[in-house]
């Protein structure tokens, strides 16, 4: 069954640090998401990226939050200058379709520690 | 606001005993309903979702979930749990209109006893 794959799945990094997470999409996929699952809350909504344009975003990502996908295959977020506070797990998912009935299929997580 | 809401925080029960996690949804339509479980330093699997017809929808691992509209509410059931059910369980919900935006609920642990 074909997966989204997240590489690392765990990095520690100290404060202020820029950090890249990276996800590989299923491949017929066109559309990719980025949440957030900070240890004990619920999973959020980041941002949603089609056609190499942002969608839509949450008011999470702010500007220390970029996305991009450099080639054909990965998609990745990055987060410029990391605080404590973006410690947490950080899920890519994909989808065929952007809106309507439709299943987002999520990777297994890359893990953040802020220290 | 759309809002989803999972009232049990923890869940325990015995291996063999009948499960059920609950799920509201606060909408104004019909949104798509799904489950997705979490287990123990995993990432988020689906177990079955809901788009529309049957409000009775099977998934995998003997789960099912059942669409009321009336009450608004999505709850997990399955008859009989094993051990390897031990995991968290995720209630969202995808409101229609705009981009693909799942809204989770906060989530229920659920614990096995032998």
């Known amino acids: 069954e074909p997966e989204v794959t997240q590489t690392p799945s765990h990095q520690v990094t100290q404060m202020g640090q820029e950090v890249i997470l990276r996800c590989v999409p299923i491949?017929?996929?066109?559309?990719f998401y980025w949440y957030r699952q900070i240890l004990g809350q619920k999973v959020e909504f980041l941002v949603s990226?089609?056609?190499?344009?942002?969608s839509e975003k949450s008011e999470i990502f702010d500007d220390q939050f970029s996305v991009e996908r450099p080639d054909g295959s990965n998609f990745t977020l990055k987060i410029r200058s990391t605080k404590l506070e973006d410690s947490a797990m950080y899920f890519c998912?994909?989808?065929?379709w952007g809106s309507g009935a439709n299943v987002l299929t999520f990777g297994a997580g890359s893990r953040l520690t802020v220290l | 606001a759309q809002s989803v809401t999972q009232p049990d925080i923890h869940i325990t029960v015995s291996e063999g005993a009948s499960l059920e996690l609950r799920c509201n949804y606060s909408?104004?339509?019909?949104?798509?309903l799904f489950w997705y479980v979490q287990s123990p330093g995993q990432g988020l699997q689906l177990l079955l979702k809901?788009?529309?017809?049957?409000?009775l929808v099977q998934g995998i691992k003997g789960f099912e979930a059942e669409f009321k509209r009336s009450q608004s509410s999505f709850n997990l059931r399955k008859p009989s749990v094993h051990w390897s059910d031990a995991a968290e369980y995720f209630c969202a919900v995808l409101f229609s209109g705009g981009y693909n935006k799942l809204i989770f609920g906060a989530g229920t642990r659920l614990a096995v006893h032998p």
């Open positions: 809901y788009f529309s017809g049957d409000t």
């Open positions: 909408y104004g339509a019909t949104p798509y």
């Open positions: 998912a994909s989808s065929e």
């Open positions: 491949s017929n996929h066109l559309y």
């Open positions: 990226f089609y056609n190499n344009e942002i």
